[in-house]
């Protein structure tokens, strides 16, 4: 809203300082700063509300060091994250953008979910919450939005360079050649960006048009379902990933900022071409969201980290999961996720390997194994006598280490 308003200060009266609203860089800066204050001042006023409201936190007894000090602790506390990400992005963002809209059904719609999940455990005195099928349910109608917007949106495009013989001609008619005139009209695609292939790009229809070229028009149900996979996956990862303070809300800052440099550098036809990367026109705006976001992560750690004054919940986890995993969608760098997001992988796969351990071997012997003393994999850690503080700081840093893993695999071919 204040970026409509300088906008017009500007067009009309010359407004001084109104054009600084204009430069994508000033917007993320503001919106990042603004998201920090929401969350720690008006957190503190959020959590003292949970407190009066007694959402305290249900702990089960696991046999963990220092799990029943945190018994009454507030949850739902994934609220602050909420309201300190959209406040800034609908002060500053350009509204009207596909990228922008997106994600802010995709954190009301998981939020929601979240809250709903929260809500039953804490005020129905049902451990289990929302039924597991509803929660999928729930993601996989995310996911379908998410891929239908995207693949038949119209101004979701890319924008491809021309062939260097073309590009040379131009340069030779023109000493003064601008960037875009060296690139192709805007197109619909289904390109993505994968590693380790050439060009470092994949287009989703060769997944079916290699049986024939005549089923490229069903792309996008390859599409969809991709996204709801990642979709589904992320947000669960993240959910898992929340279980010792400061763990999901750290991991997830670190994984939305280098996503924010891909949608920033994605969106600029200048940085792209340096970089020999696929050029999006209009996915730069995510970065308004992503500096909101990462805001709001780090105001939350300022009580979430040990011994945390609030939780998250589900409200949060699941939240932040959906927002990383239509982020990275919509910047074409979903597979990258492996990558990028391992902490959350290794926590679901720690998960399913459990599982089907301990089913396997009961069948086969009578008696169910274990893989790790305990999963997810943050608590066998500690079962091992870690403290979490050490356990925290320690995936925050191989977070990082993949975050610039992920960087520097977009130049590797």
């Known amino acids: 809203m204040l970026y409509y308003l300088f906008d017009y200060l500007e067009k009309q009266f010359q407004f001084p300082g109104a054009t600084l609203f204009g430069f994508l860089t000033f917007r993320a800066a503001l919106a990042m700063i603004l998201s ?50 959209l406040i800034p992005v609908l002060l500053l963002a350009k509204l009207e953008n596909i ?14 979910i979240g809250f709903i ?13 929302l039924k597991g099928k509803f929660k999928v349910l729930g993601q996989v109608g995310l996911g379908i939005i998410v891929g239908a917007t995207l693949f038949f949106h119209s101004e979701v495009t890319i924008k491809e360079k021309l062939p260097l013989e073309a590009q040379q001609e131009i340069m030779a008619s023109n000493t003064s050649v601008e960037q875009s005139e060296l690139f192709k009209d ?18 989703y ?13 069903y792309a996008w149900i390859i599409f969809i379902l991709i996204s709801i996979i990642i979709v589904t996956g992320v947000s669960n990862g993240a959910n898992l ?11 997830s800052a670190i994984i939305a900022l280098t996503l924010g440099i891909f949608a920033w550098v994605s969106g600029n036809i200048i940085f792209s071409d340096y970089l020999n990367i696929m050029y999006i026109p209009r996915v730069e705006e995510i970065t308004i969201y992503i500096a909101a976001f990462v805001g709001a992560l780090v105001g939350f750690l300022w009580y979430n980290t040990f011994p945390a004054q609030v939780f998250m919940g589900d409200t949060g ?12 969608i919509a910047v074409r760098k979903e597979w990258l996720i492996p990558v990028l997001c391992g902490i959350f992988l290794a926590e679901n796969l720690s998960v399913i390997m459990q599982v089907s351990w301990f089913k396997y071997t009961k069948k086969k012997y009578g008696e169910g194994r274990r893989i790790f003393r305990m999963s997810p994999l943050h608590h066998h850690y500690q079962k091992k006598g870690y ?27």
Not at 242 to 248: E, K, P, T
């Open 317 to 328: 986890s699941l939240t932040i999961g959906g927002i990383i995993a239509v982020i990275a």
């Open 387 to 413: 403290h979490e503080s050490k356990i925290v700081t320690r995936f925050w840093i191989v977070g990082i280490l993949l975050a610039i893993l992920s960087i520097v695999t977009l130049k590797i071919r």
């Open 99 to 112: 990228y922008i809209i997106l994600l802010i059904i995709t954190t009301l719609w998981m939020g929601i």
């Open 117 to 129: 999940d929260d809500y039953i455990k804490k005020f129905k005195n049902d451990k289990e919450g």
């Open 205 to 217: 229809a060769k997944l079916i048009t290699w049986i024939s070229p005549n089923l490229e028009k």
């Open 36 to 85: 920090l204050l929401i969350s720690t001042i008006y957190g503190k006023r959020i959590i003292h509300f949970l407190q009066r409201k007694q959402v305290g936190e249900t702990i089960r007894d696991l046999g963990l060091k220092g799990q029943q000090e945190k018994a009454g602790t507030p949850t739902m506390g994934g609220v602050i994250i909420i309201l300190a990400t």
């Open 186 to 203: 805007e197109t619909k695609s289904t390109k993505t960006t994968i590693p380790f292939v050439k060009g470092n790009e994949f287009d």
């Open 241 to 251: 990933t929340d279980g010792i303070d400061g763990l999901a809300a750290g991991t």
